[in-house]
């Protein structure tokens, strides 16, 4: 994988370790016989080297190009797979907003990411970015609950993360949104969906509580004011 930038100088060494071997051979043998060895190995040894060396850079091109090669040679990496996931994320974050605004190129390319996110964090429960962009994905989707749900993995994991208090606003803005509209059983929702994702959040429990009384979930606001 990537990782693969970290061994050069052991790449180097066995480069300078490889090439004493050859010149060591060479010696041992007639001189004349000698320089087709070393050649012939040299070709052998660098023909291959060169194609795959080529193969490689090409897959170098881009985070997206390197990431969606790799999750192909490593299918059981919970890394590999959670990279490859938020590259198709990317992606489809290109179709939400401006001229090419489209729900439906939105929905594919999260639908393919879904798959990579799922995979990672089944390989790796504790994967806080995996579930953080497998939030995001539903969340992107529409899919508001299985959004916060995923979230609500991240706060179990790693509850002080700033990027999961924000996905939490994001979630909260909706509410209020609703609650201006006065559609308090959808703000009592989504505040309830803003809890999942970060419950140490006072207000959000207020607001929800609020929301809940003034849909007249007497019951559930009860339990918030608890809170």
Known sequence: TMGERLIYHSSLGFCMLLAWGIVWLAERVDAEKGKFVVLGIVIALAVPSCMITLQRNLEWKSDETLFLADVKKHPESALCNGNAGARYMDRGIKYLTGDTANQDSVNYYADLAIGYLQKSVELHPRYAN?????????????????????WEKVYGIFPSNPILQGYAQMLIAIANEKAVNKDYAGAAEFFNYGLRAYPADSKIWADFAGASFMSQNFSQAKNAFDQ
């Open 130 to 150: 995996g579930w953080l962009n497998l939030g995001l994905c539903y969340y992107n989707k529409k899919d508001y609950n299985n959004a916060s749900l995923a």
